[in-house]
């Protein structure tokens, strides 16, 4: 018998069978939330069942809607019977504190230091509770798994103003005083005193993870929930004006559409985008906001200077009903400061294409982790906004970190080179190391290409035209479909500058309100075997959402295939 104690983060009592693995998990797109099983095709645990699991990981990481797959486990009675990390976790967390606060279904989730976490092992009999983990070292094939919650709504110890107060008191109706509740929950979990005003939202929770993601919404509808700041709403799980015409089951189609209409009727604008920083209301520097999705969470901290954690599904919605949020990460100078070098070696631009970009933020965003890295190496490259994106969108789906800072091109990289610790570690990134990640990401095995999935994040008008240089005089393969999805206000502007018009008469199919993490069959042809995309997201999480192997690769190489319907297994010439 061994005893750990523990950091209690949510309260509880359970039993069970250890699963641990010291690396983070993106349960969005790595864990099936109808039964459990961890569907990421890079993680470790791939095929493995977290239910009622005592799940052990460092932390979890990548998508902000990680909290609705956690609330939707929850729910289908599915979940892990615990949750043990050691570094700070908010995602996973969240999802528990809205099935708590809302359904009344809790585990318990704390903390153990890193060097207690490094002695645990998969398969050990684990009782949790009182702050201390139990651990028999028997080993048994099945264990019956019991949860027994123990929260109890304390008195808060953040320090909250009068209209704080009269909100949590319920004066400002009974879903304000639900989302302030969650809010102040969040806020104790992250050890902050106090709460800031924030001036705009972005909510990611308008994903359909499931019945439970639904019911959140329209339960804060049905009690009258009005946001309080100007607030955008992130890419639908359909395109709501064509899902039918698409073929989408009615059943997920209705469901799906019915949430995008719950978060507008609580005043939320009609945007569905998943790269909100393409919008007019994009934020200007230093401006506190709370944006969900992490691909524009990293792209408004490092890009734009804004100010915003990476806020968990739920927890953004709560905080645009409030416009209060918790003093805590990237709102504060603290949270921002670089904790890992990075220095890029041995790559010229001029040699290089935009797969680079979703490259680096992939390998990048994979040694970093839970550190904020402070990027060298690149000063004489010149990314322009869409680098910026697929960077910011394929770093987010491997780190945890909400930002990143790149030496002479980020807004904040010379405030962040004078906050750098005399000790800080530095790690090398050369063509090798890419080559390495370039590998993963090329699932594919076979030359053929069915689909090129363009759009994830969101194209942007200035891509299109691109695209459609590219893709002007040639002609599309007639085995090969090219989709792209992007936002009503880009697709606008590109329907405005002829590019649309260029890109449809070459064979383009263009999807609106939804994005790629989320289409499923029939949209993706059921004959079709192989895809292609330039999307270093895609390439991660594609494999695991649609069971399917991926070609990665530039934007130019996935016109070239689309017109030939073939792709080489080798590496670009730059990365050889």
């Known amino acids: ?327 805590a990460g990237a709102h504060l100078d603290a949270g921002r400061a670089p904790t890992l070098a990075i220095r890029v070696v041995n790559v010229d631009q001029s040699q290089t294409d935009d797969s680079f970009w979703p490259l680096l933020g992939y390998h990048i965003g994979a040694l970093s982790k839970n550190d904020i890295p402070i990027i060298f190496g690149l000063e004489r490259f010149a990314p322009a906004p869409d680098d910026h994106k697929a960077f910011s969108a394929a770093f987010a789906t491997t780190s945890s970190v909400p930002m990143y800072h790149i030496a002479s091109i980020t807004p904040e990289a010379n405030w962040a080179m004078k906050s750098v610790p005399s000790n800080i570690n530095t790690i090398k990134v050369d063509k090798p190391d890419l080559l390495e990640s370039w590998n993963e990401l090329n699932s594919a095995t076979s030359e053929k290409v069915d689909v090129v999935c363009l759009g994830n994040p969101h194209f942007s008008a200035t891509e299109c035209a691109t695209l459609a240089r590219l893709c002007d005089g040639r002609s599309i393969h007639k085995d090969v479909d090219v989709i792209v999805t992007l936002g009503r206000d880009a697709y606008r502007t590109a329907t405005e500058n002829g590019s649309v018009a260029t890109l449809t008469a070459f064979g383009v199919q263009f999807i609106n309100d939804t994005c790629w993490c989320m289409i499923e069959e029939p949209v993706i042809p059921a004959e079709a075997t192989v895809l292609m995309t330039n999307s270093g997201k895609y390439a991660h999480y594609g494999p695991g959402l649609v069971k399917r192997p991926i070609h990665f690769g530039s934007l130019v190489e996935c016109i070239d295939v689309a017109c030939c319907a073939r792709r080489s297994t080798s590496p670009p010439n730059w990365l050889r």
């Open 1 to 327: 018998m061994k005893n750990i104690h523990y950091e209690t983060i949510i309260d509880g009592q359970a039993a069970g069978n250890l699963l641990a693995c010291g690396t983070g998990l993106s349960f969005w797109g790595g864990v099936d939330p109808a039964n459990g099983r961890v569907i990421d095709h890079h993680h470790p645990l791939i095929n493995q069942n977290i239910s009622g699991k005592i799940l052990a990981l460092p932390s979890g990481r990548g998508s902000c809607s990680g909290s609705g797959v956690m609330l939707e486990l929850l729910l289908n009675n599915v979940a892990p019977a615990a949750l043990v990390f050691f570094e700070t976790e908010e995602i996973l967390t969240l999802g528990v504190l809205v099935s708590e606060v809302l359904f009344e279904r809790s585990i318990p989730v704390c903390r153990i230091t890193e060097h207690e976490f490094q002695s645990l092992e998969s398969g050990d009999i684990v009782e949790l509770g009182d702050g201390v983990i139990q651990i028999n070292q028997a080993k048994p094939n099945r264990l019956a798994n019991t949860v027994t919650s123990t929260n109890t709504n304390s008195h808060s110890t953040i320090r909250l103003t009068e209209s704080d107060k009269y909100m949590l008191n319920g004066g400002n109706g009974k879903a304000a005083q639900l989302a302030m509740q969650i809010v102040v929950r969040m806020a104790e979990v992250q050890k902050t005193e106090e709460l800031i005003d924030v001036t705009q939202a972005h909510i990611d929770a308008c994903v359909y993870n499931g019945p439970s993601s639904l019911q959140f919404a329209q339960q804060l509808a049905s009690l009258g929930g009005k946001v309080r700041i100007p607030t955008t709403l992130n890419a639908l799980s359909v395109d709501k004006r064509r899902w039918e015409k698409h073929g989408v089951n009615k059943a997920f189609g209705t469901a799906a559409s019915q949430l995008g209409d719950a978060y507008i009727t609580m005043g939320a604008k009609l945007s569905y985008t998943c790269a909100p920083y393409l919008l007019d209301s994009a934020p200007d520097f230093g401006q506190q906001i709370v944006w969900a999705e992490s691909n524009a969470v990293t792209y408004a901290n490092s890009v734009i200077g804004a100010r915003t954690q990476k806020y968990p599904d739920f927890l953004d919605a709560c905080i645009a009903l409030t416009a209060r949020a918790p003093a």
